[in-house]
């Protein structure tokens, strides 16, 4: 395996975000090929690629498009999912930053292939710098007859807009993401009926994450076989991963599916100074945590679910052995309990009082007893909510549990600041400066 | 504080935000940063005004601007100040930071200084992870930030000296940035720096050690 620089190669541009040096390394071509096809042909290089989505479900692409009804006189739409909010995720922000022309080629190609002449790109309201390369991106793209009218003489329409959320995890799973994009509160449908059926404004939509629709530009160009000579048979192509925390040089490294994690860590300097691994989460809060013994596994969708977990978004997040584990998950589930958007009483409720007994362990006060009770109330939030976020909250305890129920056990007597001095888990030389 | 009056000019914006759309009531939460980035919050007017162009009932647009956090009911000082204490920027510093801040300022969470200068909040995860801990002004990222770093942050802000975001503009004030939400395209996309060491670790890597993806037949 090794690193496969797609989306990234050209970083180091000085101007990677404009359409002129999008152009000089090919960019555009791709859209013109795809024009020059049937929609269905399209898809069918998009399906023969198996390029799954990048945003943590893994659901093939190509397959999503091709379940929009055809030839139904409806207006169908595509939705881009860039509402990057899952802890630990930092990779379509970067990528919209410093090649935001990929997405909206991608957009272009994908809104052809399903016969939208309508796309929205639903970006997470707190990243100013992101969105304003991206309107720049698709001003660019329309005055260079990209988007708009009869799309390089073919005939093909599409307007695109930008939309800004206005900060709400939730509104990252596709159906509360389509109501807040309707004027709406972030809140999930019951599916069925599925967007490809009845989306935004209960119409046909496909709704894709925003790195998989940057992915698709260079599929078209090179083919399928190309983007399938990456990765393994169930996980073929590139992938951004995001490497954070307690490693010498956190970052984006695009590799290619079923890299190892330990060829990722290598990559990423290994762990910062006199640190060793403790525990690791190989794609957001949301999936379970590994630990060393877990390191050599293949990142890959099959690979990592077949050790318990999931790839999710593919974001790494390494902490090393100064890291209090009762206080990371405490803190996700404050998330999960702030994030809940209260539609679901398992969900609301169960969020609320796991994260008040969890303080009492961060706090040095819990109560043995008081673990089953954690645990119980997990199995009683998963799957028993509309939509992912109450099984993702019921995701950090239980794996946590697996690995390190002795520090829980310990946190029945000593808080987690105690056993875990915070100064020594920071990253900056001496806390309290 | 005085907040200002939504204007006829303002309700013309409004008016094109929502004609962006197939089905109007889509422009709300851009017309909600809107109506705010006019008023430092979404105030009882700011509502009404959003409700009679989008033909919606007032509680209908509250119900909507209460389920966002983005939406203050309060009005918001010059400079929103965030810090991410969500797991990974807590560990890393960001508490560390969030204590700091809480002193300095003298303001806890969703709170202003007397001087209207700066509203605090404890942010949650702002997808920044490789370059935590991560501040947020007016939600402009300041990347890896330390005790050092946040001290000099406020003198300046207070000062009024220019300070520059590591991945957006040179810091102007919350209302600027309340208007990009918008969709309003304030034409600084240049002025974020280029794309920095945690976004070019894996291309410098790749290069050193001599590794590309396979060469493809549309390859340039």
New interface residues.
């Given amino acids: 395996m090794?690193?496969?620089?797609?989306l990234?190669?050209h970083?180091?541009d000085?101007n990677?975000?404009e359409i002129t040096s999008y152009k000089?390394?090919?960019g555009y071509?791709?859209l013109k090929n795809s024009l020059k096809m049937t929609p269905d042909e399209v898809i069918g290089i998009v399906k023969d690629s198996g390029l799954r989505g990048r945003g943590g479900a893994g659901f093939p692409t190509g397959m999503k498009w091709s379940f929009v009804p055809q030839n139904d006189g409806k207006?169908h739409y595509l939705v881009v999912n860039a509402d990057?909010?899952?802890?630990?995720?930092?990779k379509?922000?970067?990528l919209m930053?410093?090649n935001p022309h990929a997405l909206v080629e991608g957009i272009a190609i994908g809104s052809y292939a399903i016969r939208a002449n309508?796309a929205f790109i639903y970006i997470?309201?707190?990243?100013?710098?992101a969105?304003?390369?991206v309107?720049?991106a698709v001003?660019q793209a329309y005055a260079d007859g990209f988007l708009g009218k009869n799309i390089q003489g073919s005939g093909f329409n599409l307007d695109v807009?930008?939309?800004?959320?206005?900060?709400?995890?939730i509104c990252g799973e596709e159906t509360a993401l389509l109501d807040?994009?309707?004027?709406?509160?972030?809140q999930p449908r019951l599916k069925p009926p599925f967007p490809a059926v009845a989306g935004l404004?209960a119409s046909p939509t496909v709704v894709n994450n925003a790195e998989t629709l940057a992915s698709v530009p260079?599929i078209i160009?090179?083919?399928a076989d190309?983007f399938k000579?990456?990765g393994t048979e169930k996980s073929p192509g590139?992938k951004l991963?995001?490497?954070?925390?307690?490693v010498k040089?956190?970052?984006?490294?695009?590799?290619a599916l079923g890299t190892p994690m330990s060829e990722l860590l290598d990559?990423?300097g290994g762990m910062r100074k006199g640190s060793k691994l403790k525990f690791w989460i190989p794609g957001g809060?949301s999936v379970p945590m590994l630990t060393p013994e877990h390191i050599d596994i293949p990142m890959s969708y099959e690979d990592l679910s077949a050790a318990g977990t999931m790839l999710g978004t593919g974001?790494p997040?390494m902490?090393d052995h100064t890291?209090?584990v009762v206080?990371?998950v405490t803190?996700?589930l404050e998330?999960y309990k702030?994030?809940s958007?209260g539609k679901c009483t398992p969900c609301r409720e169960g969020t609320y009082w796991i994260t008040g007994v969890l303080e009492k362990f961060e706090h040095g006060k819990g109560k043995e007893e008081e673990l089953t009770i954690i645990n119980d109330v997990c199995g009683q939030i998963a799957g028993r909510s509309f939509c992912a976020l109450g099984d993702a909250a019921a995701t950090p305890f239980p794996g946590a549990m697996k690995y390190f129920a002795d520090e829980f056990l310990q946190a029945t007597k000593t808080s987690a600041d105690a056993s875990f001095p915070?100064?020594a888990?920071?990253?900056?030389?001496k806390?309290?400066? | 504080m005085s907040i200002k009056t939504i204007t006829e000019e303002d309700i013309k914006t409004l008016e094109t935000l929502a004609a962006k759309y197939p089905v109007r009531r889509s422009a709300l939460l851009p017309m909600l940063h809107y109506v705010q980035s006019i008023q430092g919050m979404v105030s009882p007017a700011g509502i009404q005004v959003c409700a009679r162009v989008l033909d919606l009932t007032p509680a209908e647009v509250a119900a909507v601007a209460t389920f966002y956090t983005m939406f203050k009911r309060f009005p918001m000082g010059k400079h929103h100040i965030g810090v991410c204490t969500n797991t990974l920027c807590a560990l890393l510093g960001g508490d560390e930071l969030w204590k700091q801040l809480t002193n300095i300022l003298g303001i806890g969470h969703d709170e202003t200084t007397a001087d209207g200068l700066f509203t605090l909040e404890r942010i949650e995860c702002q997808a920044a992870c490789t370059v935590a801990p991560v501040v947020t002004v007016n939600w402009e990222f300041m990347d890896s930030m330390n005790p050092k770093a946040v001290r000099e942050l406020i003198e300046k802000l207070k000062m009024g000296a220019p300070v520059q975001s590591t991945r957006g503009v040179q810091i102007t004030s919350i209302a600027d940035s309340g208007k990009v939400f918008a969709g309003i395209n304030d034409g600084k996309y240049a002025e974020s720096p280029l794309a920095d060491d945690s976004m070019l670790a894996g291309l410098r890597v790749a290069k050193e050690r001599k590794m590309s993806a396979p060469t493809g037949k549309g390859t340039k």
């Fill in positions: 090794a690193l496969t620089p797609v990234t190669a970083w180091d000085p990677s975000f000089k390394h090919g071509v791709a207006a990057e909010s899952e802890p630990g995720a930092c379509d922000i970067p930053l410093a309508h997470r309201g707190e990243v100013p710098h969105i304003r390369r309107m720049n001003e807009v930008v939309h800004a959320g206005a900060g709400a995890y807040s994009l309707e004027g709406r509160r972030g404004y260079s160009l090179n083919g190309w000579s990456m590139f991963f995001a490497v954070s925390g307690h040089r956190p970052g984006i490294y695009e590799a990559y990423a809060s974001t997040m902490f890291t209090s206080k990371a803190r996700w998330f702030h994030e958007c915070p100064s888990t920071t990253i900056f030389e806390a309290g400066v």
